[in-house]
C-alpha cells in the first residue's frame, strides 16, 4: 500500500493547432520527441532489421528487401517533415496525417482504396508511479506497416522476439497480422494494468479492516479514476477491432480476422475486469464513510449514555443549590423551604441518592445491552 499513485497525467498536452485551422494540417505536439526509426524487413526465410535516421534509410531497405514484408517502427512524433514525407510517398490522406500528430484520437479503424489506418490507446504506469495515456497510430498498406509511438519506451519487445523466432504465422500472415499483434500486446498490457490495479485494491481493502483513515478513501477514488481512463480506451478499442473482423479490406485476411476475433474476446474480458473493479473501489469508498458514520454514532452513543446518567444528578444538584433559607431574618422558620438543608448527616444521603440513581441507570442500559455494542 505504500506504493499509490501519484497523480493521474491524461495526456496533459494540449491540443495541438488552433480553432479554425485546415483539416490535414499536421501540427507536432508541444514537447514531442524527435524520431526514431526501426525497420523490419521480414519473410518465411529470414528477418533483416536496420536503424534508420531519416526516410532515406527507409527507403533503401524496402528496395533492398523488395519481397519482404516491412514494419516501419518510429518512436517519437517531433518531426513534421517525416510525417509529410511519408504521406507523400505512400499517398496517404492528409487528413490521416492530422490524426497520427493530434496524439488525442479514440481507438478506431478507417479503411481507405489502398490502404487503412488504425489508432489505440497505450495505457500505462510510469516509473514515477504517474499513469500515462499515449496513442499509438499504425499505417497499413500493400506489404508495409507503419506505426507511430509518442515516446521512445519499447513496450513491443514481445513482438520483436517473436519476429526472430520466426515461429506461427507472423512472419507469412502479411501486415495485417503485425497490425493484430501489436493491437493484441496493447489489449495484453491492459490486463497487466489491470492486475496492478487489483492489487492495490486488496491492499486498500485490508487497511480498511486494520487502520482505516481517510488516505483509503482519496486511493481508491484515484484508482476509480484510474479505472475510467481504462475503460474510455476499451470501450473503443473493441468497436475498433469489430469494425476489423467485419472489414472487406484484402490487408484483413480471413487468417486474420480468425485472430481479431480471439483479441476482441480479451477485449471483453478486460472491460469486464474494469467494471468489477469500479465497483469495488465505489464499495471500498462506501464501506469507509459507513464506518466513519458508525464509528461518529459509537461517539455520540457513549456520550449519550454519559448525559443520560448526569442528567438526574444535575437535577438533584441543582435543586439543592437553589439556596433558599430555611429563617428569616428574624429567625422565624420559613414553611417548606428546604428542611433537608439542616439535616444531619444530609449531604452524605444526597450523595449515596445520586449514586444510587447512576448504578440503577448503569444496570438498566447494561441489560438493554447498550454497553455490549460499544
Given at each position: 500500500m505504500e506504493s499509490r499513485i501519484k497523480r493521474v497525467r491524461y495526456n496533459a498536452r494540449r491540443h495541438s493547432g488552433n480553432v479554425g485551422d485546415s483539416p490535414g494540417l499536421v501540427v507536432i505536439?508541444?514537447?514531442?520527441?524527435?524520431?526514431?526509426?526501426?525497420?523490419?524487413?521480414?519473410?518465411?526465410?529470414?528477418?533483416?532489421?536496420c536503424e534508420g535516421k531519416d526516410l532515406k534509410d527507409v527507403f533503401k531497405q524496402l528496395k533492398k528487401c523488395d519481397n519482404h514484408t516491412?514494419?516501419?517502427?518510429?518512436?517519437?512524433?517531433?518531426?513534421?517533415?517525416?510525417?509529410e514525407e511519408l504521406g507523400t510517398h505512400l499517398n496517404i490522406n492528409s487528413l490521416v496525417l492530422e490524426d497520427i500528430a493530434n496524439i488525442h484520437q479514440r481507438p478506431k479503424f478507417d479503411e481507405y482504396d489502398d490502404y487503412a489506418f488504425?489508432?489505440?490507446?497505450?495505457?500505462?504506469?510510469?516509473?514515477?508511479?504517474?499513469?500515462?495515456?499515449?496513442?499509438?497510430?499504425?499505417?497499413?498498406?500493400?506489404?508495409?506497416i507503419i506505426s507511430f509511438e509518442e515516446d521512445h519506451e519499447e513496450r513491443f519487445e514481445a513482438v520483436k522476439t517473436r519476429l526472430k523466432v520466426g515461429k506461427g504465422a507472423i512472419r507469412t500472415a502479411g501486415p495485417g497480422y503485425m497490425c493484430y499483434a501489436l493491437t493484441?500486446?496493447?489489449?495484453?498490457?491492459?490486463?497487466?494494468?489491470?492486475?496492478?490495479?487489483?492489487?492495490?485494491?486488496?491492499?486498500?481493502?485490508?487497511?480498511?479492516?486494520?487502520s482505516a483513515d481517510k488516505s483509503i478513501m482519496f486511493s481508491a477514488q484515484q484508482l476509480k479514476r484510474t479505472l475510467i481512463i481504462i475503460r474510455r480506451a476499451s470501450w473503443p478499442e473493441r468497436?475498433?477491432?469489430?469494425?476489423?473482423?467485419?472489414?472487406?479490406?484484402?490487408?484483413?485476411?480471413?487468417?486474420?480476422?480468425?485472430?481479431?476475433?480471439?483479441?476482441?474476446?480479451?477485449?471483453?474480458?478486460?472491460?469486464?475486469?474494469?467494471?468489477?473493479?469500479?465497483?469495488?473501489?465505489?464499495?471500498?469508498?462506501?464501506?469507509?464513510?459507513?464506518?466513519?458514520?458508525n464509528r461518529m454514532n459509537e461517539i455520540m452513543k457513549v456520550l449519550t449514555i454519559i448525559s443520560v446518567i448526569f442528567i438526574p444528578?444535575?437535577?438533584?444538584?441543582?435543586?439543592?443549590?437553589?439556596?433558599?433559607?430555611?429563617?428569616?431574618?428574624?429567625?422565624h422558620v420559613i414553611k417548606d423551604n428546604m428542611p433537608e438543608l439542616y439535616w444531619n448527616h444530609g449531604y452524605?444521603?444526597?450523595?449515596?441518592?445520586?449514586?444510587?440513581?447512576?448504578?440503577?441507570?448503569?444496570?438498566?442500559f447494561w441489560k438493554k445491552g447498550w454497553f455490549n455494542k460499544l
Open positions: 505536439p508541444d514537447g514531442a520527441l524527435k524520431p526514431i526509426i526501426s525497420i523490419f524487413s521480414y519473410n518465411k526465410d529470414e528477418l533483416v532489421t516491412h514494419w516501419i517502427k518510429i518512436n517519437g512524433l517531433g518531426d513534421v517533415q517525416l510525417i488504425s489508432t489505440s490507446r497505450i495505457v500505462h504506469f510510469n516509473s514515477e508511479e504517474e499513469l500515462v495515456n499515449n496513442q499509438f497510430s499504425a499505417i497499413i498498406k500493400d506489404n508495409l493484441d500486446t496493447i489489449i495484453d498490457t491492459y490486463f497487466m494494468l489491470l492486475a496492478q490495479i487489483g492489487d492495490r485494491l486488496d491492499a486498500i481493502e485490508d487497511k480498511v479492516y486494520t468497436d475498433k477491432i469489430n469494425d476489423m473482423i467485419r472489414s472487406e479490406s484484402p490487408l484483413i485476411t480471413p487468417e486474420v480476422k480468425l485472430f481479431l476475433r480471439d483479441a476482441y474476446d480479451h477485449c471483453i474480458q478486460a472491460m469486464d475486469l474494469i467494471e468489477n473493479y469500479k465497483e469495488v473501489t465505489s464499495s471500498i469508498i462506501d464501506l469507509y464513510l459507513s464506518m466513519v458514520s444528578l444535575t437535577f438533584i444538584a441543582g435543586i439543592y443549590g437553589m439556596n433558599f433559607a430555611r429563617q428569616d431574618d428574624k429567625g452524605v444521603y444526597a450523595l449515596v441518592f445520586m449514586f444510587l440513581i447512576a448504578v440503577a441507570q448503569v444496570f438498566v
